[in-house]
């Protein structure tokens, strides 16, 4: 089957799209014959081994598809095969074809296309449970969400929208001119570009008359993360999701303390391993609002599997604005 196929750590350009043995279903697997693939950041990071887990050679990034089953491993019903599922694995779906664990496939309702399946997958999920898990998120929130121009960060804004939050701050370098008039579900826009970021906290403040917000979302990290902390209310909820910027922010322990702060993590994947019924729920969610209108991913582009590069370098450079998606098969 023809994949992308990483043979040796590289920048991701230098990578080439080939032929690559068609994998087999193992016991409690299947294999999804794909039409559509997520395009986000850790991809890059995967092919540049520059991710936490190393992987044996050759293999195909990517970690989010949509696509058919196509064959079933022991201990498999084989009724699953020709369902239509959105595929979680823990990478391979820059290919034709890629096999994982039956529970990490999720059925895909009528009304919702291959291409809005595949951008609901990993950056909604990891928005989905920041705002949930780690933000605990209630009805009249305001949000804050850092790196707002990103998959995760516009995903929770429109998640957070959808969960009845009060109002929802996007934070982005460049403010308006960088996200213009089509931004998706904002209320208002706040510009993180200003050297002086102690500004951050009056501008969060003057939205919100006031008040600041009950929960950030943090995809930047560094010196913003640490400035976005005085912008929150008493008993607000920090949620660190990444760290775009390279450098990893740190927090004054006083300053949580007088304002009653919670930071927390989010590593998403320790859900899939670890509370797999509760992925299911969220993505049951996701789909529902999709197929209802209460959600819509925005789709930058699509681009065939050939070009791969020049899919990720717009998700990688910022230039996309909004989901990028591979189209792999006819859907």
């Avoid at 409690?28 to 014959?33: D, I, L, Q």
């Avoid at 794909?34 to 044996?56: R, S, W």
Wanted: hydrophobic share 45%; net charge negative.
């Amino acid at each position: 089957m023809q994949g992308v196929v990483v043979n040796e750590y590289c920048d991701f350009d230098r990578a080439q799209v080939g032929l690559i043995k068609d994998p087999k279903a193992g016991s409690g697997e299947v294999v999804v014959a794909l039409e559509t693939a997520e395009v986000n950041f850790p991809d890059k990071l995967y092919i540049e081994g520059q991710y936490q887990k190393q992987l044996d050679f050759p293999f195909s990034p990517g970690l989010a598809g949509t696509g058919v089953i196509c064959a079933v491993g022991a201990g498999v019903d084989e009724s699953l095969i020709g369902k239509r599922v959105l595929a979680l694995p823990e990478y391979g779906t820059y290919a034709e074809k890629v096999s994982l664990p039956a529970e990490h496939c999720f059925a895909v309702p009528d009304g919702v296309d291959s291409i809005q399946s595949s951008a609901l997958g990993l950056a909604y999920q990891t928005a989905y449970f920041a705002l949930t898990a780690r933000g605990n998120i209630r009805p009249g929130d305001n949000v804050l969400v850092l790196g707002a121009t990103g998959g995760v960060g516009m995903a929770a804004v429109q998640l957070a929208k959808a969960m009845g939050a009060g109002k929802v701050l996007a934070g982005t370098r460049g403010g308006i001119n960088k996200l213009g008039e089509y931004w998706l579900g904002a209320d208002e826009i706040v510009d993180t570009a200003p050297e002086d970021l102690r500004s951050l906290a009056a501008s969060v403040k003057n939205a919100t008359d006031g008040y600041g917000v009950d929960i950030v979302i943090d995809t930047v990290g560094g010196v913003l993360g640490e400035a976005a902390l005085r912008a929150l209310a008493w008993n607000g909820r920090f949620v660190v999701v990444g760290f775009a910027c390279g450098d990893i922010p740190k927090f004054a322990g006083n300053y949580l303390l007088v304002k009653n702060i919670s930071v927390s993590g989010l590593q998403w994947t320790d859900y899939l391993a670890r509370q797999l019924e509760t992925v299911q729920q969220a993505q049951d969610k996701l789909f529902e609002w999709c197929r209802t209108g209460l959600l819509a991913p925005r789709i930058h582009n699509t681009y065939p599997l050939a070009e791969f590069a020049t899919a990720l370098n717009a998700v990688c450079s910022g230039e996309a604005q909004g989901r990028v998606v591979l189209t792999i098969s006819e859907t």
